[in-house]
């Protein structure tokens, strides 16, 4: 069997043991070196998904259907089902996920334990608040009913718990009405990063769907332009369009990263002058909400060495100074990020105890792991963050520092009374140990 591995391909460590489960009544061996640690599809970024002790419990294999009611959207599955798997069986009923993340490989039960957002969260907040109820077993072998009436701490220790608070056997979740799988959608540039701020308030109020692309080489008075796309579910008279997934893959794994300042210049400059789509136009959901997941195998792009995801949050007090920063530093490193993705959080309160999301702005970047000098970067992007008060994303980290860690999460102690006395994650050792 493959070692797992977190989807950006670090920290490169293996536990002692793996175990997959298939029955979701079945009950944890006692056997397994410990700690355990649940572990889905593997689109986590660093190690949060990973421990170098004990054992990863391999959940894909709880992959069955419980009960869905096509009347009022309430579907329950079991925790191993991909978001992709469900939107296949919900989608030609009428029904989509109210909050999806940017791929839809993702399971449901990782979406729960990082409580996942996407490009609605000002308009319908994330994953976490569409969770109904979900079945928790624990090490010692007690089963946990959660939900908001019903011992509703576990369920909000559990959504955004990091995997830590037990296993998930099943989720019930609400899904939201569409007419159709088409969305109707709309780009538009912004000039720089002044443009944006104005831009994404505009069109927040109109639009349930936003999400910007940054160019993190551009200086000057071109710092943070980019391209905002905008988007909703199609109304019932609009016209069908002929659809086909067109399924690329990385055929090879390089031994170096394809991204470089010359390919990613290049790259930067002719995806902010593509042709813009004006409102109205018509596209399928599938490349709306995941462009990348055409691409299978496209974390090897950067090479074997992996790559580092960044990806903060800072209250809106301080976020267009510290975006500002960031950007500003990131341009001087020469390190450009080929995914670089703005985004406005709303005001909704996430539910969960350790959830990332939270008012203000997020930048999510990407970087070549070039050891030393990309660690400095990130470093210095800490600081920034650190001192806007900001926050760092759990599910895609691999080298947080335990205060910034513990500043963004001041519930992280709290959040220790609910962790089983058996469950831990190389991520969760490193910020709190």
Known sequence: MKTPSSWNRVPDIAPEAICAVTDRAATIPKRLPRPLLPYGNGRSYGDVCLTDKGTLILTRGLDRFIEFDPLQGRLRCEAGITLGEILALVVPQGWFLASTPGTQFATIGGAVANDVHGKNHHDLGC??????????????????????????QWLYSTIGGLGLTGLIRWVDVQLKPILNPWMRVQSQRFANLDEFWTMSQEVEAYWPYTVAWIDCLASGESR?????????????????????????????????????????????????RQPVRPQGTLTHYTPF????????????IYGKKGFFQYQCVIPPENAQAAIADLLDTIARHSDGSFLAVLKMFGNKKSVGMLSFPRPGATLALDFPNRGSRTLNLLSALDDIVRSAKGALYPAKDARMPADLFQSGYPAWQDFSRFVDPHFSSSFWRRVTL
């Open 127 to 152: 994953f976490g608040h569409h969770v109904m109820a979900l079945e928790l077993l624990r090490s010692d072998g007690e089963v946990i009913y959660c939900s908001p009436e019903t011992n509703p």
């Open 224 to 272: 943070g332009r980019g391209i905002l796309l905008t988007g909703d579910h199609a109304p019932a008279q609009s016209q069908p369009i002929g659809y086909r997934p067109r399924e690329k893959r990385m055929l090879i794994d390089p031994p170096f990263s394809m991204i470089n300042h010359f390919t990613l210049k290049t790259f930067n400059a002719l995806y902010y």
């Open 289 to 300: 909400f995941y462009p990348l997941d055409a691409i299978q195998n496209w974390n090897r």
